[in-house]
């Protein structure tokens, strides 16, 4: 009798939930006869999706911000590439015009000068200042050219503005750049409005340079502005050297002494150019091979 009433119970449970399942499925069908004739859940649904849009917008969170990020990376990139070649097409540009100007304006006696044989082309290379050393007995700047850049020793460095020295030493990815204003440091000059050569010597002072030994017929006064001359060819012709800002006579007075401010801003650039000489393309011989006729 046990066994009975046991299978009885079960199967009394079995009819509950088969009456359950067809009541919900009665209720489900009526839900969406009454929806589809009436509209009456969709307001539901859209209240639900409102409820539900926080979660979605949660899950997509992180494929968001990964690509936000990659985003910004790239974009980060293209600027620092575009700032440094607009950097460079500038201070490239600053140095031609500096360079163009004192051409221009003593063109003939620049001419004379290299004897006619040499023109004004030059090769150019950027490079960065990695640091300055400007203590009283040396000043030089350190760069991230070497030996592995084409870097020799001797060639020259400018700025958007002017003559910035030359270097010295150098290794493989490194070198060493003498400025203009170390003590140990002379380049021959030229005074633009006279054509007046002389050389300006270094002083210790970042913002001063020095030419001794002027004639006293020497055409130089303040406000002269002076080029490189090419004499001695580690500095191309016509770049910009500095001003006069006063000329007074030495202890001799036999001669006359100039005080120049620098035209490069020696502490305040954080790229130079490397530039040097090079030589002229010319053409040789007729400009054609003519046939020998007897």
């Given at each position: 009798?046990?066994?009975?009433?046991?299978?009885?119970?079960?199967?009394?449970?079995?009819?509950?939930?088969?009456?359950?399942?067809?009541?919900?499925?009665?209720?489900?069908?009526?839900?969406?006869?009454?929806?589809?004739?009436?509209?009456?859940?969709?307001?539901?649904?859209?209240?639900?999706?409102?409820?539900?849009?926080?979660?979605?917008?949660?899950?997509?969170?992180?494929?968001?911000?990964?690509?936000?990020?990659?985003?910004?990376?790239?974009?980060?990139?293209?600027l620092?590439?575009?700032?440094?070649?607009?950097?460079?097409?500038?201070?490239?540009?600053?140095?031609?015009?500096?360079?163009?100007?004192a051409?221009?304006?003593?063109?003939?006696?620049?001419?004379?000068?290299?004897?006619?044989?040499?023109?004004?082309?030059?090769?150019?290379?950027?490079?960065?200042?990695?640091?300055?050393?400007?203590?009283?007995?040396?000043?030089r700047?350190?760069?991230?050219?070497?030996?592995?850049?084409?870097?020799?020793?001797?060639?020259?460095?400018?700025?958007?503005d002017?003559?910035?020295?030359?270097?010295?030493?150098?290794?493989?990815?490194?070198?060493?750049?003498?400025?203009?204003?170390?003590?140990?440091?002379?380049?021959?000059?030229?005074?633009?409005?006279?054509?007046?050569?002389?050389?300006?010597y270094?002083?210790?002072?970042?913002?001063?340079?020095?030419?001794?030994?002027?004639?006293?017929?020497?055409?130089i006064?303040?406000?002269?502005?002076?080029?490189?001359?090419?004499?001695?060819?580690?500095?191309?012709?016509?770049?910009?050297?500095?001003?006069?800002?006063?000329?007074?006579?030495?202890?001799?007075?036999?001669?006359?002494?100039?005080?120049?401010?620098?035209?490069?801003?020696?502490?305040?650039?954080?790229?130079?150019?490397?530039?040097?000489?090079?030589?002229?393309?010319?053409?040789?011989?007729?400009?054609?091979?003519?046939?020998?006729?007897?």
């Amino acid at each position: 009798m046990a066994y009975a009433s046991s299978s009885n119970a079960r199967f009394g449970e079995g009819a509950a939930g088969t009456l359950r399942l067809l009541g919900y499925l009665a209720a489900a069908l009526l839900l969406m006869v009454a929806d589809h004739r009436g509209g009456w859940l969709t307001s539901v649904r859209q209240h639900a999706g409102l409820l539900v849009e926080p979660l979605y917008w949660m899950a997509a969170a992180p494929a968001r911000i990964a690509h936000a990020a990659r985003a910004g990376l790239v974009s980060r990139a293209a600027l620092v590439d575009e700032n440094a070649r607009l950097r460079e097409q500038l201070l490239l540009a600053n140095a031609r015009l500096s360079r163009l100007e004192a051409v221009a304006q003593e063109n003939h006696r620049l001419r004379e000068l290299l004897d006619g044989k040499r023109g004004y082309l030059v090769s150019v290379q950027l490079a960065t200042i990695l640091d300055v050393d400007l203590d009283p007995f040396r000043h030089r700047v350190v760069l991230d050219v070497g030996s592995r850049d084409g870097v020799s020793p001797g060639q020259a460095l400018i700025d958007a503005d002017g003559v910035v020295g030359q270097i010295v030493e150098f290794t493989g990815r490194r070198s060493i750049a003498l400025l203009i204003t170390d003590p140990d440091h002379a380049i021959p000059v030229q005074v633009v409005r006279s054509g007046l050569r002389l050389i300006a010597y270094g002083t210790g002072e970042r913002d001063r340079l020095r030419v001794p030994n002027i004639p006293q017929s020497g055409d130089i006064r303040p406000g002269d502005r002076l080029v490189t001359s090419g004499i001695g060819g580690n500095y191309p012709a016509g770049f910009a050297v500095g001003e006069v800002l006063r000329v007074e006579p030495d202890e001799t007075r036999l001669f006359a002494v100039a005080e120049v401010r620098p035209a490069a801003a020696l502490d305040r650039r954080g790229e130079v150019l490397l530039v040097w000489n090079v030589p002229a393309e010319t053409e040789v011989g007729p400009p054609g091979t003519a046939e020998h006729r007897p």
